[in-house]
């Protein structure tokens, strides 16, 4: 009797630490994409509402205390051997402060660029834990896009030639993950996406880099929608 009662116990142990794990992705997920809407008031094209903004950016903060609340003394098993777990949520809140003081001031222009500052931390974090998900490898494919298309930019074709050996590599990494995720949105989606993502380093490779930067366009139109699927 008593060995079947440890065994019960033992299992219910395992549950509840499958439901917390679970429970922190969902809860995580939720707050990327409040902080995806959030951002996405930062880098609307339309006239700028300060005070909406910010009792936005406030709701972030509470959001990610609440979670820092709830997870730090109670650790998923996926993070509970990191050392840096608790430091990820003070990041976010940072890049929360740096956001609403650049809205108080209507800086649009350096909030927008802080805004992936959120995107870094996810992807930090998951990257040192092994849970990269969907939307820290579409993060990881743009980011490496953009810092090509910068140095095309500047001048620096010979850098991005060879930038461009490493995208390959995150691109399959994004198509591994649309394969486990396989949302129907998403897909639909991505397939505009992944038409100008090949036309563009198919450009950059073949050094045509006016269509590079024509493809570039369309594939930084697509990406948004795009990633918010990924959530």
Request: hydrophobic letters at 45%; aromatic letters at 12%; glycine letters at 4%.
């Amino acid at each position: 009797m008593k060995k079947m009662i440890y065994i019960v116990l033992f299992i219910f142990a395992l549950s509840n630490i499958s439901i917390a794990q679970k429970s922190f992705d969902k809860d995580m997920t939720k707050l990327h994409g409040d902080i995806f809407k959030s951002c996405g008031m930062i880098k609307s094209k339309k006239a700028k509402d300060n005070v909406k903004i910010l009792k936005s950016l406030d709701g972030l903060k509470e959001e990610i205390s609440s979670l820092q609340k709830l997870y730090v003394k109670n650790t998923p098993k996926e993070y509970a051997k990191d050392p840096m777990f608790a430091s990820y949520f003070f990041q976010l809140k940072d890049v929360v402060d740096i956001l609403s003081e650049r809205v108080k001031r209507s800086d649009y222009k350096a909030a927008i660029m802080n805004c992936s500052g959120f995107c870094k931390t996810f992807n930090k974090m998951h990257m040192i834990n092994g849970t990269l998900d969907l939307t820290d490898v579409m993060f990881m494919w743009n980011m490496q896009i953009s810092i090509t298309n910068f140095m095309i930019n500047a001048g620096n074709t010979k850098g991005a030639i060879m930038n461009i050996k490493k995208i390959p590599a995150i691109y399959n990494m994004v198509i591994a993950k649309q394969k486990q995720k396989n949302d129907a949105e998403f897909n639909t989606e991505f397939i505009a996406l992944d038409k100008s993502y090949q036309a563009w380093i198919k450009a950059v490779e073949n050094q045509n880099f006016k269509e590079s930067q024509k493809q570039a366009k369309a594939f930084n139109a697509a990406f948004p929608m795009v990633f918010k699927h990924s959530l």
